[in-house]
């Protein structure tokens, strides 16, 4: 199983501290950190009629492509990961090898790889399960390399995710974010998530989380 993404996520919750213990039955190890801050896709350069065919040709070439990840990404997840979350606050929840492989074989798990240019350049991770009353979607990890933001990137990835939860009926998605991560808390307010709960240390001693949802 992927590092204790797991936990809690299978049950229908009816009630906000049944939520909340989606977070903190395993917070040492989960976590939904976000560093993402991506711009609308409509800031992207368009080719205009006057480039060149060689403009033209670079510019295709750098045309976004989102879609499940494989064996082969793993080790340009691992060092995105390393890049993306270089900071104090997740200092202790980067994801291993072994952590993105077994995203690939879960079957409840979804795994997206954003790729631009030949060069991956973020990813979104998470699982959506179905219970007896409910689907829940839970998102562990979303990140864009810093070379890459402000250009829709992060939007897409969770437009993405969203899109298939919904398909699988799941009637929320939480996810988590440190409180320290401002960018990342109004990313997600941005696009309807509701903080719901307060995680206190969460990520470690005096690094708190919070909890965040959106209802489908």
């Known amino acids: 199983?992927?590092?204790?993404?797991?936990?809690?996520?299978?049950?229908?919750?009816?009630?906000?501290?049944?939520?909340?213990?989606?977070?903190?039955?395993?917070?040492?190890?989960?976590?939904m950190r976000a560093i993402v801050l991506a711009a609308p896709a409509s800031s992207w350069r368009k080719t205009g009629a006057g480039d060149s065919l060689a403009a033209?040709?670079?510019?295709?070439?750098?045309?976004?492509?989102?879609r499940q990840a494989n064996e082969s990404d793993i080790r340009d997840l691992v060092d995105l990961d390393d890049e993306c979350f270089d900071t104090y606050y997740y200092e202790k929840t980067k994801f291993s090898e072994s952590d993105f492989r077994a995203y690939l074989c879960g079957r409840k798990s979804l795994l997206l790889v954003a790729v631009r240019d030949s060069c991956l350049v973020g990813y979104i991770a998470?699982?959506?399960?179905?219970?007896?009353?409910?689907?829940?979607?839970?998102?562990?990890?979303?990140?864009?390399?810093?070379?890459?933001?402000?250009?829709?990137?992060?939007?897409?990835?969770?437009?993405?995710?969203?899109?298939?939860?919904?398909?699988?009926?799941?009637?929320?998605?939480?996810?988590?974010?440190?409180?320290a991560n401002k960018e990342g808390l109004e990313f997600f307010s941005k696009r309807g998530f509701q903080r719901i709960d307060d995680l206190p240390e969460y990520y470690g001693r005096g690094l708190d989380g919070v909890l965040m949802q959106l209802r489908m």
């Open 1 to 31: 199983a992927p590092r204790a993404r797991r936990s809690g996520l299978g049950c229908g919750a009816e009630s906000r501290s049944e939520l909340t213990d989606y977070a903190t039955k395993d917070q040492r190890t989960r976590r």
């Open 56 to 66: 033209m040709l670079d510019e295709a070439r750098k045309v976004l492509e989102i």
């Open 126 to 179: 998470g699982t959506l399960r179905a219970s007896r009353l409910r689907s829940i979607a839970h998102i562990d990890s979303i990140a864009v390399c810093s070379a890459a933001r402000n250009k829709g990137i992060g939007s897409r990835l969770l437009d993405l995710f969203i899109q298939e939860a919904r398909q699988r009926a799941c009637a929320m998605v939480l996810l988590e974010v440190a409180e």
